[in-house]
């Protein structure tokens, strides 16, 4: 017969409510009774039924992973930190694709929330940078924590994790230039996300740290993906001038990029170092494998979710926390030629 909560309070000898309690990482349990009641359910081998947990109780054990973000190899591992944490704290996870620019999301996302009673929300760009998403979830009082580029978060603007793009762009650029480069050029990401922003600048900075002039004609518009990459490539290659260097906004425009360079017959890293950024599987699958900045993605996801059901739970006042990208040297990037 299935082992229930009634079971594991009279193996431990607490009441229903104090196993609930530890079960759901409730404050003001002593560590004595934590333990014994963690004993028993490892000996009963006691399964929560989280579903029935929700609808009977006034408490809901749900976190929403709402996004709209084409790379899927980011939304992977975003679901993976998400998923893990809320194992590790008794929740579940519901998943959620949206189209932020749809002119009734921000009808959508309350609906979604009031619906399934969700305890609060994960919110990937360009949602979580959306101001009127966010004034339309604080209109109905949701929880929600922000994945978000910059390098530090304003008063008062909730719970966030950072992610500085800005930095990642100057140490991966200040590589290609340690490397001899001067003609570098930029494939940019999607303008509605603030990473594109960021790394952009950062570009700029490294460029300006070493009285290097920005070449207009080298920063190319483009979107998220592969076949942007590629576009942005032709469009570079096919310059009287070419760069010696690209650095491409996410490894799959770098991926691109790659594949538009071996079709014109252009040698990597002999003739054009390209270098990416995030570290996504698309790194490590390329020809030469990329260099690029390591962004821990499914740390980052797991991070948030422990603050927003710590912030829920009244466990910790911590708002933010800030993740420096560094680079990863591959094969991709070398000296240009004499």
């Known amino acids: 017969m299935k082992v229930t909560i009634n079971d594991v309070a009279k193996h431990a000898g607490v009441s229903i409510k104090t196993v609930s309690r530890v079960t759901n990482n409730e404050p003001s349990v002593k560590q004595a009774t934590i333990d014994k009641v963690h004993a028993a359910i490892k000996e009963l081998n006691y399964q929560p039924n989280l579903a029935a947990r929700n609808l009977a109780g006034t408490k809901s054990y749900v976190i929403g992973f709402i996004y709209d973000n084409p790379n899927a190899y980011y939304i992977i591992d975003m679901q993976n930190g998400i998923l893990s944490a809320c194992k590790d704290l008794g929740y579940e996870l519901l998943i959620h694709p949206c189209n932020s620019r749809a002119d009734n999301i921000c009808e959508d996302l309350t609906k979604l929330v009031k619906h399934n009673r969700l305890s609060g929300l994960v919110l990937t760009p360009p949602l979580s940078e959306d101001p009127v998403i966010l004034a339309a979830l604080d209109k109905i009082d949701a929880s929600y924590v922000r994945i978000i580029a910059g390098e530090k978060v304003e008063t008062g603007s909730g719970l966030a994790v950072l992610v500085n793009d800005r930095s990642g762009a100057v140490s991966i650029t200040q590589h290609l230039i ?161």
Do not use: M
């Open 178 to 338: 340690d490397l001899g480069h001067k003609h570098i050029a930029f494939l940019s990401g999607d303008h509605e996300h603030q990473s594109t922003k960021e790394r952009l600048s950062g570009f700029k900075q490294a460029l300006e740290n070493n009285n290097i002039a920005v070449n207009d004609s080298y920063i190319i518009d483009g979107k998220y993906s592969f076949e942007s990459g590629v576009q942005g490539a032709k469009a570079l290659l096919s310059q009287k001038i070419r760069p010696t260097a690209i650095v491409a906004c996410n490894d799959e425009i770098a991926a691109g990029a790659l594949f538009a360079a071996r079709l014109e017959g252009v040698d990597i890293p002999s003739d054009i170092s390209i270098v990416g950024f995030e570290d996504s599987p698309f790194s490590r699958q390329t020809w030469p494998k990329l260099t690029t900045v390591h962004q821990p993605n499914e740390e980052i996801a797991h991070i948030a979710t422990e603050l927003l059901i710590a912030k829920r739970r009244e466990q910790s006042s911590e708002l933010a926390k800030v993740f420096q990208p560094e680079p990863v040297i591959r094969d991709s990037s070398a000296k240009p030629r004499a």
